[in-house]
């Protein structure tokens, strides 16, 4: 059983920051890929960045210069800078580990930027 918890989600004003921080727990020996996707209202579920084992990342356009994914694989968690934030960034921000082909989602952490 494994389970993934997001947190550090909120209300932030547009050009502001939010770190977001997702932990794996359970039982774990080792994980893959780790990710961030979000889902705005009446969209569909989107990927916003996602980071390898080694550490290669992958970015949306929407994200790349104003977000950073990092991990601790010593802790099993994976985080999210976001900076200058805008209000389209509005989302459910989901967390999805990858272990061994099979996936694992978190259950969302609301991000609100105002304008």
């Known amino acids: 059983q494994v389970h993934v918890v997001e947190s550090g989600g909120g209300l932030v004003q547009a050009g502001g920051s939010l770190r977001l921080s997702c932990a794996a727990s359970?039982?774990?020996?080792?994980?893959?890929?780790m990710g961030w996707y979000r889902q705005a209202p009446g969209k569909q579920r989107e990927l916003v960045a996602i980071i390898s084992s080694g550490g290669l990342t992958n970015y949306a356009d929407s994200a790349k210069g104003r977000f950073t994914i990092s991990r601790d694989n010593g802790k099993n968690t994976v985080f999210l800078q976001m900076n200058s934030l805008k209000p389209e960034d509005t989302a459910v921000y989901y967390c999805k580990i990858t272990i061994w082909g099979t996936h694992y989602w978190g259950q969302g952490t609301q991000v609100t930027v105002s304008s």
């Open positions: 359970g039982s774990i020996f080792s994980i893959n890929a």
